[in-house]
């Protein structure tokens, strides 16, 4: 038997060999991302205890190099050698650091292992998926970094969903690694950048051991693009580029007083590379949301400044962070523009900064611009980048609206946080501004039922989630907003997403004509209706004030189309109001033209024989020719109004050709309904035509009330009491007006006996006059005889 001195040592080392066992275990057990995460830990923790703890800071270097070793060296030494011995050599530097109490050069040793490391799992993950191992790229992808999420740019999900895809089969090799190479080199080349960009800072402040970070994390993202570098600029331009990033690496340490010059030298050997170039999507998209941007600067910064003073300081913020947004994607164009015009590039660039150098100095109460002048320096730079920037990259913007339709809303919920709901209601308003003429007219054919659903969460929807503009009005808390909030960007997300797959020429020709279509089609209803049934030379003369009226809502569409790119937007924010005005108008000009034709049909004869009343008739007249081209009008300018704030969206999607097909092969087939109901009544007898007339009409008359209604109730102008239980196809709605509100289906039955009884008025009327006229005949009759 063992002795017990002896067996408690050998106890001992079996449970420190048995915990050691199980300690490797665990960590071949953890993913690389949980390694690579306790890695980063620990050598943070090291760096604080440098000081105070040395032998803690050790110990802890030891984990990390023991869990780099144990989980990750074989991958990275099999996929990148050169990741391997950069990390390898990096926690020497790390050992050596803690030793001798530097803390600086350990912050240069900690960023050069976290950059070896996202290179090495990149490399794996890019030979992964040229194998054909989908599922070990997909386990190394989450050893990365993304770009810095900002109401500009939302973190890079294309490589996950490429590698997604292509385990599923859905894409093959090739195309997963070219969405992998545009994501990720996309997201080291920005934080490249980024590392350059907060250097500056980080040695204006004196933060050595943060300088030093920075200046080894860019040389870090820069050793991940050196291939895409290699490959653009040859092995010659690489060792340059190499040797400006070490020499800056260096000098931050040692001699920080020449960190501009070697900043520089850094930046030249960077002029014009981008690791992944933008596609013809991104390239689009980052041009509208440099000139959506751009634009806002000017509106938010006005509203903000008053006769030299800052008066709201949220408004010159926003201004401040519309203006960084759009630099930041005159950033990411910078280089492609110089290679079509380097002179406007540059004078585009110096611009920027003398805008920005402005703003700034108003934000921080230096000094403050005019209104003016920043107007005047936007419309300047807005010429030069329209000049500057490729037309096609204008033409599928529509994805930047929501860049821009999320800035504003995310103004609106900074503006109720801060209990200013003027200025809440304000951003509510320019974000549904963007959304109707943006993306809405997509919408409309594409997606109908989210374009309803999205109305109501803009403005006074009464479902689960109120509206937004309901909630401001109230003054509802902030959570509540949120909560709609949330609930907006989930139908936002789905029009994104159903926008992105109908953006070919075909698409956009057939939403043009849809919109034209069925915009035109309830016009030429009421017009061709009206005017087929006044056949006698006595009536035909009521047609001219008609045409008179309808002549004129052309020539004031045309007007609009020629102004819309200065005055749409302004009156963007206001565009349900006004529709919902000039529906009104329609309406009730409609109702009273209907009253007088179906009695005027009747009383034809009778009018005539009061000849003794030729004044008071005429001043009649004279009213009733004044309401004839006021209906001709409002019946064409309500729809070319909304067909016009339509169509310039598609214009700058798809240009003004591709447009203009959808919108002629429209106007045919409106002109083929009118031509119908022309021929239709031209061949029935008189008494028919009265009829069909008043139910076509009265069939557009329902439509427009409820539409009218429903718009009323988005803006808040009637109250919404839904039908408890119903549940209509939003077809009916977009169609013929019918929303499961009880004042629309009122409102629109409440038309329907107004039409039903003017004309059983009429008959009635026309009845008595017979019998009145038939018992004069008997009398006379009976007199003469």
Do not use: C
């Not at 093959?172 to 080199?185: G, I, N, P, T, W």
């Not at 030298?265 to 751009?294: K, T, Y």
Request: aromatic letters at 8%; hydrophobic letters at 50%; proline letters at 2%.
């Amino acid at each position: 038997m063992m002795k017990k001195h002896t067996l408690l040592p050998a106890l001992l080392i079996a449970a420190l060999t048995a915990s050691n066992i199980l300690g490797a275990v665990s960590a071949v057990s953890d993913s690389p991302a949980q390694i690579a995460e306790s890695i980063r830990a620990s050598l943070v923790q090291a760096q604080l205890d440098i000081t105070n703890d040395p032998a803690s800071s050790a110990q802890l270097v030891e984990d990390a190099e023991s869990a780099y070793q144990t989980g990750l060296s074989n991958w990275f030494a099999e996929a990148d050698g050169d990741a391997h011995l950069r990390i390898l050599s990096a926690f020497e530097a790390l050992h050596e650091s803690v030793a001798n109490g530097d803390e600086v050069s350990f912050a240069t040793a900690r960023a050069q292992v976290w950059t070896g490391i996202l290179a090495g799992s990149y490399s794996i993950v890019e030979h992964s998926i040229q194998n054909g191992d989908g599922l070990t790229a997909q386990t190394w992808l989450p050893v990365r970094e993304f770009r810095v999420a900002s109401r500009f740019s939302r973190p890079n999900v294309g490589a996950t969903l490429a590698v997604e895809g292509f385990i599923a089969g859905a894409i093959s090799a090739e195309d997963a690694l070219q969405s992998v190479r545009a994501d990720m080199l996309d997201t080291y080349q920005a934080r490249m950048t980024e590392s350059l960009r907060d250097l500056t800072t980080a040695d204006a402040n004196g933060f050595a051991s943060r300088r030093a970070e920075l200046a080894a994390l860019a040389e870090g993202y820069f050793f991940i693009l050196s291939p895409a570098y290699l490959e653009q600029r040859g092995n010659a331009s690489l060792v340059n580029a190499q040797a400006a990033f070490a020499d800056l690496r260096v000098t931050v340490v040692k001699n920080p007083g020449l960190l501009d010059q070697k900043l520089s030298n850094v930046e030249a050997n960077l002029n014009n590379f981008r690791a992944a170039p933008l596609s013809p999507a991104e390239q689009s998209r980052r041009a509208g949301q440099l000139l959506r941007f751009l634009s806002l600067v000017p509106v938010e910064y006005e509203r903000g400044v008053v006769d030299g003073r800052v008066t709201k300081d949220l408004e010159i913020q926003e201004a401040l962070t519309f203006f960084a947004g759009s630099y930041a994607a005159f950033t990411d164009l910078k280089d492609l523009l110089n290679t079509i015009d380097h002179d406007q590039t540059v004078k585009a660039d110096a611009l920027f900064l003398s805008m920005g150098e402005q703003l700034a100095e108003t934000g921080t109460g230096k000094s403050v611009a005019s209104a003016e002048a920043i107007q005047s320096q936007t419309k300047e730079l807005t010429a030069l980048l329209n000049q500057l920037i490729p037309e096609e990259w204008l033409k599928a913007s529509a994805q930047s609206d929501f860049d821009v339709i999320a800035s504003m809303l995310d103004q609106m919920q900074v503006a109720v946080r801060n209990g200013e709901y003027e200025l809440a209601e304000s951003s509510r308003l320019d974000a549904y501004a963007i959304m109707e003429t943006g993306p809405e007219a997509k919408l409309m054919v594409f997606a109908p039922q989210l374009k309803l659903q999205l109305e109501e969460l803009f403005w006074n929807g009464q479902g689960e989630n109120k509206g937004l503009a309901y909630l401001i009005k109230n003054r509802a808390p902030y959570s509540e907003i949120k909560t709609t909030r949330l609930a907006l960007d989930e139908y936002l997300k789905e029009a994104q997403t159903e926008l992105g797959r109908n953006t070919a020429p075909a698409a956009i020709a057939t939403n043009a004509g849809i919109i034209v279509f069925r915009e035109g089609l309830e016009a030429v209803v009421i017009i061709a209706s009206l005017m087929s049934s006044l056949k006698s030379a006595e009536e035909r003369k009521y047609r001219r004030p008609m045409w008179i009226g309808v002549i004129l809502a052309l020539l004031v569409t045309a007007l609009t189309w020629l102004l819309a790119h200065g005055i749409l937007q302004s009156l963007a924010r206001y565009g349900e109001k006004l529709e919902a005005v000039v529906s009104i108008i329609a309406i009730a000009v409609l109702l009273l033209i209907m009253n007088w034709f179906f009695h005027n049909t009747y009383w034809t004869g009778w009018l005539a024989s009061f000849h003794a009343k030729k004044k008071r008739l005429l001043n009649g007249e004279a009213g009733l020719v004044l309401g004839l081209i006021t209906l001709g009008f409002t019946s064409v300018y309500r729809e070319g109004f909304e067909i016009v704030l339509f169509l310039q969206a598609l214009v700058l999607e798809g240009g003004v050709g591709t447009v203009l097909i959808g919108v002629l092969a429209a106007l045919v087939g409106v002109y083929i309904v009118g031509l119908i109901i022309f021929r239709l009544q031209k061949s029935l007898p008189y008494m028919k035509i009265l009829v069909v007339t008043g139910v076509l009409i009265g069939a557009v008359l329902l439509q427009m009330v409820g539409s009218t209604v429903h718009i009323m109730q988005v803006v808040g102008w009637m109250p919404i009491h839904v039908v408890a239980g119903a549940d209509f196809s939003y077809w009916l709605g977009t169609w013929f007006g019918i929303y499961p509100t009880w004042e629309g289906l009122a409102l629109q039955l409440a038309a329907l006996i107004f039409v039903f009884g003017s004309y059983y008025l009429a008959e009635g009327l026309r009845k008595k006059r017979i019998v009145v006229t038939k018992s004069k005949v008997a009398k006379t009759s009976v007199q003469s005889g």
